[in-house]
């Protein structure tokens, strides 16, 4: 595909981009930078609707294990400082969600490491409320992931209206 051809591709990316800024202004429940990085997970993960729910399942455990982490970190910073108790906290999770390597269904680790980035970043953002920083980041985990299929989608789309047939 020449360059010309490829020119509406980068548009529909372009526009995709922009929406999902407009729905960060408009939509309370929704990040965009956490969406742009979950959309990025849709084509980490093999540009498939079966990856994109796994990319959900993902980052739904990448939260629980985030949360996991301050909780214990928490706990066990009263009683050993935090230099001790958060590192502590953070090599116990870690232990466990590399185990999660063998488990098919939740076996895209670096989907739990961003989703968990992603969660630390707006949870310090919600002042540490898990009520506001949680439904944040999974719906635009959701919406990245749609944003990746509507890519995938339009691109396939476009690339077969513009291209020629190549008959066997």
């Excluded at 979950?38 to 796994?54: D, I, Q, R």
Aim: hydrophobic share 60%.
């Amino acid at each position: 595909m020449n360059m010309v051809k490829f020119l509406p591709h980068a548009g529909i990316i372009a526009i995709l981009a922009a929406l999902m800024q407009f729905m960060d202004i408009k939509i309370a429940q929704f990040s965009a930078w956490v969406g742009f990085a979950a959309w990025a997970c849709y084509f980490l993960n093999g540009c498939t609707l079966k990856g994109g729910l796994k990319v959900i399942g993902c980052w739904v455990a990448g939260v629980v294990a985030s949360i996991l982490i301050i909780e214990l970190g928490t706990r066990f910073s009263a009683g050993m400082g935090a230099s001790i108790g958060f590192p502590l906290a953070v090599g116990i999770v870690a232990f466990f969600v590399i185990l999660f390597e063998k488990v098919p269904a939740l076996d895209f680790i670096p989907g739990w490491f961003v989703g968990a980035a992603c969660f630390f970043g707006y949870n310090t953002i919600a002042k540490g409320d898990y009520s506001v920083s949680v439904p944040v980041i999974l719906v635009s985990c959701v919406g990245g992931q749609f944003f990746g299929w509507v890519t995938v989608f339009l691109r396939t789309a476009y690339g077969k209206a513009v291209e020629p047939v190549v008959a066997d």
